[in-house]
């Protein structure tokens, strides 16, 4: 075998059996070498940043890294934003970035680059394959990096050399490093302050929001303790059967004014919450004042074994407070985000995920599925656009036998529009909906908060997709995904319908102008 | 005025007046700015890879740094591959990035990252403006820096508090950096070794290969010297009225074969030729065994003096060899990419510019255009495909009165899809041409050349465009620009035709299929 080989077999021995791709000269011994193995499902993206949004959602599904195949620095800083969010996500990923050949390095060639440099800041661990004897053993590393705890992309840079040469050395198969036993110790501080508190809020971050840490948050709930979510949850678990928190509010000083009165607030695998963005004379830690911060768990713990901990503590029932299914009426005639998420509450199957990067449609239609079927949604971690299109695909892939559905505002749907194209030739089962409205809108609110007052026509013309009107139904036919326009709730409510109950991909355009 | 219009100011003072944009949260600031600056033009484009290719096409044509607007990290790294691009075009480029607000960056809130570790790699300076009344200085240093010589791109980070707190402070007009003077000692050494070469060679790149340069090289041609340009230049002045050099050929051996016998190798404004990529067994670098290698100037110096000094030296005569218009015969019953070369030499008005992103099209049409009318060539100069579309954009921003033509791979296209939405808004004179092949064709040579062999199933369809079909006309016109389809040479020489007598945004799709 060559190193080609030894780093495919490492990874499907290691259970990394997806391979979101765009590859390029330096990469074809790896694309050959998919060929001799049966294992790994490779799915070609038409841009980067498909290719690690897909990663990134199907690391969030899957619970194990997706790879992904980049062509060099460029490649690597293409896909790099969605990076941003999969590290804020903690996702396991392992990016397999191809080089020149070892001693092609020296000359600097015009793909050239410090890919080491360009990865490290959203990265866990990076390393360069310098030979094929190395390949194996680092691939092993590369995966059993991501996994944390917490997880997080993990970079393997491969030399065309490293690829090419031939080898004996496969990877180790690794043990799955797992998250760290609960402290007893602050299990047993946080009980005491939470009896001794008035007002006590918890708030649950990264696996504190799957399913065994949301229903160990409800026995919380169900002995008085306020359960509040990060506002951004790389997967929680809502609807029926589940019980379902608030979440921090986006804006800090709705946030601070929500919590009025908490005197102490409780940490479960987040941390201290601060405000998305700094605005002129408002705060930026949402803690209010005199209220006391203490820690239960941080991210590279099990949080749902140190919930349950603490709920035990505390004297909670074993079985905490679940919401149930509760069917939404058939919107009315007013057309908005709010009767979308009725629709969309009304017709998504049970086991459905959703893929949110809606920017100022996903609050009402995460208020509208409070009692939906039971579901996952993956929110927007890193604030970085552009993910609701890929995370869906790759949580797609990860789980073929669920719905997915993939909200996002027309902003963030151009920036990797191209995700469509992979969509519709893996005949994945996606629903991917645009809100369109021609707008940057959250940027018109953002406008007046920091200070830049009313605007005037050219700032205006910045925040603004109406000229010329974008056809993303022509986008969506014209990339090969079944496609529809409507125009009013009745006709989304019916579309979503239609979705729901077919498989395979669909396109809806929620023309909201 | 606040630190937002201490920027502007000290931009447009110091005449960049260009500025491509992807705003967000942490940018509203500098968006609101630009109303009070009406020297300014800013366009918004829907993903930052357009706005930083635009940015390299706008400085390849207008020999000035156009700045982009980029939102935090993440902003940056979208942008960064066309950064990548314009470094190794060494193309002036002010790159403003947002940040969070100074006092907010110790949170970490999501979308914070280490943007000058992210930008480091791409950039010949970086500084944060900490403070409003450092920006105005900052701002003039960064347009000094990004002039070089050689050019290449400013990193200027700006904190939101940076942006909204009052200042006093615009920074200075600066004194526009200049290329250096020849070296008197190397063109007399350099002569020297001529006089005493059988077979010399003068390899061209940067500024050597604009028009002043291309006309002092074909003085060198007309005593004898072979004159040859990189494999790709950031601008290429060619057509009628120019000497045209040959190109260093893209395959090393076939470059060596090229190169046989030569003894001497003289760089001007360049640097050693190297293969683009590494394959088993065969060289990297692309200077034939015994040859010398002699530099005449580096990218730093003033090249046409050089040149011309250097041809002084010879005693060659003033005017060098020039190519004549030859008209092209109207294209046979043949559609590839030499039948729709020879219809762009056709009717590419004098003044045109050409921003080559085609691949395997390319030199095709490179070769029929050598005796076109007087034009730019802006070529693909870092490898990272994307460029084609942005870097028209750009260019067509610089040089309103010229005709655009934008040349693409279909797989290079689909990079950077989102710029065809700002040339429909600006109505810029930029007529996009995609080469429909339904593949990325490259690969399917490159991959023999690896090693990797004959492309099993799992291989030919990652290098497979086809599946589903991508409808360009349909993704032309969803964004707003007329587009039509050709799938015979007669066709596309009518829609070039059409095209080149007709202001503003046209698409064609050669279905090459």
């Known amino acids: 075998m060559n190193g080609a080989d030894a780093l495919i077999t490492t990874l499907a021995d290691n259970g990394v059996t997806a391979c979101f791709a765009n590859p390029g000269t330096s990469e074809m011994q790896f694309v050959a070498a998919l060929d001799r193995e049966p294992r790994m499902r490779s799915i070609l993206c038409l841009f980067e940043g498909v290719a690690t949004g897909a990663a990134d959602g199907y690391g969030r599904m899957a619970g194990k890294p997706a790879c992904t195949l980049l062509h060099l620095g460029p490649g690597y800083a293409n896909g790099a934003a969605n990076l941003h969010n999969a590290r804020r996500a903690y996702t396991p990923v392992v990016n397999v970035i191809g080089d020149h050949a070892t001693d092609h390095r020296q000359y600097d060639a015009p793909l050239n680059s410090d890919i080491a440099a360009l990865a490290a800041p959203n990265s866990i661990w990076v390393r360069s394959a310098d030979s094929a004897d190395t390949v194996g053993p680092l691939t092993a590393e590369a995966v059993a990096a991501s996994f944390g705890a917490p997880g997080g992309n993990a970079c393997l840079i491969l030399p065309?050399?490293?690829?090419?040469?031939?080898?004996?050395?496969?990877?180790?198969?690794?043990?799955?490093?797992?998250?760290?036993?609960?402290?007893?110790?602050?299990?047993?501080?946080?009980?005491?302050?939470?009896?001794?508190?008035?007002?006590?809020?918890?708030?649950?971050?990264?696996?504190?929001?799957?399913?065994?840490?949301?229903?160990?948050?409800?026995?919380?709930?169900?002995?008085?303790?306020?359960?509040?979510?990060?506002?951004?949850?790389?997967?929680?678990?809502?609807?029926?059967?589940?019980?379902?928190?608030?979440?921090?509010?986006?804006?800090?000083?709705?946030?601070?004014?929500?919590?009025?009165?908490?005197?102490l607030m409780v940490l479960a695998g987040t941390s201290q919450p601060v405000a998305f963005f700094a605005y002129p004379d408002r705060p930026s830690v949402l803690v209010p004042e005199g209220c006391d911060l203490q820690t239960l768990c941080g991210r590279e713990v099990d949080a749902p074994a140190a919930l349950n901990a603490l709920a035990d503590a505390l004297g909670a029932p074993a079985g905490g407070a679940v919401e149930a299914y509760v069917e939404p009426a058939a919107p009315g005639p007013k057309f908005d985000a709010w009767a979308m998420g009725a629709s969309i509450a009304r017709h998504m199957p049970t086991g459905g995920i959703i893929?949110?990067?809606?920017?100022?449609?996903?609050?009402?239609?995460?208020?509208?599925?409070?009692?939906?079927?039971?579901?996952?949604?993956?929110?927007?971690?890193?604030?970085?656009?552009?993910?609701?299109?890929?995370?869906?695909?790759?949580?797609?892939?990860?789980?073929?036998?669920?719905?997915?559905?993939?909200?996002?505002?027309?902003?963030?749907?151009?920036?990797?529009?191209?995700?469509?194209?992979?969509?519709?030739?893996?005949?994945?089962?996606?629903?991917?909906?645009?809100?369109?409205?021609?707008?940057?809108?959250?940027?018109?609110?953002?406008?007046?908060?920091?200070?830049g007052g009313e605007p005037g026509p050219k700032a205006s013309r910045l925040l603004d997709l109406g000229d010329p009107q974008i056809d993303w139904v022509a986008l969506a036919t014209g990339m090969g995904m079944p496609a529809e326009r409507v125009e009013t709730a009745e006709a989304f409510d019916a579309a979503m319908a239609r979705a729901m109950t077919t498989p395979g991909p669909h396109f809806i355009e929620a023309a909201m102008r």
């Open 160 to 263: 065309a050399d490293s690829a090419w040469n031939e080898t004996n050395t496969a990877g180790p198969v690794i043990e799955i490093p797992q998250p760290a036993a609960p402290d007893a110790s602050a299990v047993a501080a946080v009980a005491a302050a939470i009896k001794a508190a008035e007002k006590p809020v918890i708030l649950l971050g990264s696996s504190a929001c799957g399913e065994a840490g949301i229903a160990a948050a409800g026995r919380l709930a169900a002995v008085g303790v306020r359960v509040l979510t990060d506002t951004f949850t790389a997967r929680q678990s809502r609807g029926e059967g589940r019980f379902r928190p608030d979440k921090m509010m986006y804006f800090g000083e709705q946030a601070l004014k929500d919590l009025t009165g908490t005197d």
């Open 355 to 451: 893929s949110d990067d809606a920017v100022t449609a996903g609050l009402p239609i995460f208020t509208q599925t409070r009692n939906a079927r039971a579901h996952d949604w993956l929110s927007l971690t890193g604030g970085a656009i552009g993910q609701g299109i890929p995370v869906a695909l790759g949580a797609a892939v990860a789980c073929p036998e669920r719905k997915v559905l993939s909200l996002n505002g027309d902003g963030a749907g151009m920036y990797t529009v191209q995700g469509l194209w992979t969509i519709a030739r893996e005949k994945l089962d996606v629903t991917v909906v645009i809100f369109a409205n021609g707008a940057y809108r959250i940027l018109g609110i953002e406008m007046g908060r920091t200070g």
